[in-house]
């Protein structure tokens, strides 16, 4: 067979008198499938198997020898087949690939964001564990220290204008800032007239509410050697953040102790 397959089949439909609607029709062939075969267009044509199919119902219709047509169809559309199936294999493989890439990210991803959470619970467990406190270290005892020279008074600051911790009108605290320790809180004597005089004086950091007689109740925070003052007639009300920070004088008389160190204590009354 000189000719190709197409050719061969289009001269011998030709030479049954047999238009391709006609020839589709009695193979029951779309003709879009046999005017495929007759251009030799193996693209347009479906699946290796349905197209042989295709061939061979052709080449019945128009007496052709069928397994002459079957061969020459194997030889030249199977490496245009053999070419489809490897791209179509090659595909598969590139589609596979990137599932694979896929799924390995989105591991990666989890694995990321697990380990993320992990470490933004363990930072907050660590920002909310309460700061360990020193453990009070033994006194040196006193024959291995010399004594230190005694230290000369230092004068009292300034009060600051527009500080009213430093107010000294009655029911107003006076605050004495790094107090040196050296006058007492003992021994204080009240004004010649019927009055509480309420001396706070700050051991560690604490903070203090007082509120004398109906005035608005005032706070003040006192650090360590701080030292303030309230005044009134009739009656005093003292709240402590730190009860063990502070050392609490009413009318020279030594008060409390009034709780344990952070322990907070709420209305502490004093009256005539």
Partial sequence: ????????????REAKGLTLEEAAARTRILPQYLKAVEDNNYAKLPDEVFAKGFVRSYARILALDEATVIRQFEESGGQFYAKR???????????????????NRNIVVGMVSAALLILFVL??????RPE??????????????????????????????GDPAFRSASGQPEVERNFSGILPLEGVAPDSKKQLI???????????????????????LLNP????RWKAQERLTLTLGN????????????????GGRGKVVREIVFTL
């Fill in 243 to 258: 009860a063990a920070g502070v050392r609490v004088s009413l009318n020279g008389k030594l008060q409390g102790p009034f």
């Fill in 1 to 12: 067979m000189s000719e190709s397959l197409g050719e061969y089949f289009q001269k011998a």
């Fill in 85 to 103: 199936n490897e791209r179509e294999s090659l595909k598969q493989k590139l589609e596979e690939e990137e599932r694979r890439k896929k799924v």
């Fill in 198 to 220: 309420l001396d706070v004086e700050a051991i560690e950091r604490c903070w203090v509410k007082v509120q004398a007689d109906h005035a608005p109740a005032q706070e003040v």
């Fill in 225 to 228: 050697g701080d030292r303030t």
């Fill in 132 to 161: 360990p406190r020193p453990a009070p270290t033994d006194p040196v005892p006193a024959a291995s220290v010399p004594a230190p020279a005694p230290e000369p008074p230092r004068a009292e600051p300034a009060a600051p204008a």
């Fill in 123 to 128: 930072m907050g467990r660590d920002r909310d």
